[in-house]
């Protein structure tokens, strides 16, 4: 792999830089000089740099002064400092200590300066090398990232697929389910993974109901209350069907199928959970599948006016529901209406 590499020689002697040019070029390599230290510095805030090199003796800026300053634009760019033989020696440490990697000294060795360029473009090519190398590594681990997860949320929709054909609900509810849920994350201020997560674990919320029968579960009429004893099974179902998953997002379902019927004020099931003792995701769920379960028709009901079921989920603010997820909710609501609007309802 060829490197062309972005050398500068700062310099206020012109001869100097002549020479340095000229050295640099004999070993195939083109310089960029200045004699202004703050024409270079201009020049290294916009452009990147290999390696500089630097005279100590300049006016207005010495070259202590100007590596600190190279160094605090670009960390990691190698400094040659070029000092004077008769240079006190807190000259060099006062250097070492600003930054500077090398030293040549006064007149030039050109064999000298030749090897330690060489020595130090090396370097930075190989430097070179394994960034734009970890940079591909890691480009290429984030492609097969996306590929894993875009099975993972394929299969989870899979998975929430299951229960609807039991229950006569059809694909678009737990659609409205997760984008409903999604919505109220973004609003109460959930970390983007966590929303594109609720997104797709939401539609797993009621997988147990595979696990009960179709006559509770397809029942037109109100359920007795030995039937809706077994219909709160459910819940204890999904978990136990997706906790020992090695996949996150399954196991973040279990989570959601087990308490998405809990209620904020502790009257839910099947554990009586309270506040936030419910996690944050199965919260914000059983309001995003209340209220599709509300303005959509069931065997047993009519589906509700949208108005009608707004005003429910208010009234239920802080009994049922996470106040801050009505809140959310609220704070959405036309985002609300467009996944109402645009997804079916039975």
């Known amino acids: 792999m060829d490197f062309i590499f972005n050398?500068?020689?700062?310099?206020?002697?012109?001869v100097n830089l002549m020479l340095i040019e000229h050295l640099a070029g004999a070993i195939g390599h083109k310089v960029k000089s200045f004699s202004s230290p703050?024409?270079?510095l201009e020049y290294t805030r916009n452009n990147e740099i290999d390696v500089a090199l630097v005279d100590y003796m300049m006016p207005g800026m010495n070259g202590i002064?100007?590596?600190?300053?190279?160094k605090s634009i670009q960390p990691d760019v190698p400094i040659i400092m070029i000092t004077a033989v008769n240079d006190d020696n807190t000259v060099k440490i006062g250097a070492f200590e600003s930054g500077a990697t090398e030293f040549l000294t006064k007149p030039i060795d050109t064999t000298e300066f030749k090897a330690r360029l060489n020595n130090i473009l090396t370097i930075r090519k190989y430097r070179k090398m394994?960034?734009?190398?970890?940079?591909?590594?890691q480009s290429e681990v984030?492609?097969?990232?996306?590929?894993?997860r875009a099975r993972e949320f394929e299969a989870l929709a899979l998975l929430g697929r299951v229960a609807e054909y039991r229950d006569e609900e059809t694909g678009e509810h737990i659609l409205r389910v997760g984008n409903y849920a999604r919505i109220i994350a973004e609003g109460m201020g959930c970390e983007p993974d966590f929303c594109e997560q609720v997104l797709h674990t939401a539609?797993?919320?009621d997988i147990g109901k595979i696990a009960v029968s179709d006559t509770i579960l397809n029942?037109?009429?109100?359920?007795?209350?030995?039937e809706f004893v077994i219909m709160k099974k459910h819940t204890v179902f999904g978990c136990d069907i997706l906790k020992n998953a090695d996949s996150p997002y399954i196991r973040g379902g279990a989570a959601i199928a087990r308490y998405h019927h809990e209620k904020y004020d502790g009257t839910g099931y099947p554990e009586g959970l309270k506040g936030e003792d419910i996690p944050l995701d199965a919260r914000i769920v059983a309001l995003a599948d209340v209220f599709d379960a509300l303005t959509s028709k069931r065997p047993y009901k009519k589906a509700w006016a949208f108005e009608d079921a707004v005003a429910y989920i208010l009234d239920a603010k802080?009994?049922?529901?996470?106040p801050k997820a009505v809140d959310s909710f609220m704070e959405g609501i036309d985002r609300i209406v467009e996944i109402y609007n645009n997804h079916n309802h039975i």
């Open 219 to 226: 029942k037109p009429g109100k359920l007795t209350d030995e």
């Open 65 to 70: 002064e100007l590596t600190k300053t190279i």
């Open 38 to 40: 703050l024409e270079a």
């Open 203 to 205: 539609p797993l919320h």
């Open 130 to 137: 394994l960034s734009e190398r970890a940079l591909h590594l």
């Open 142 to 148: 984030e492609k097969a990232t996306e590929v894993i």
């Open 7 to 14: 050398i500068i020689a700062v310099d206020d002697n012109k």
């Open 318 to 322: 802080g009994t049922h529901f996470d």
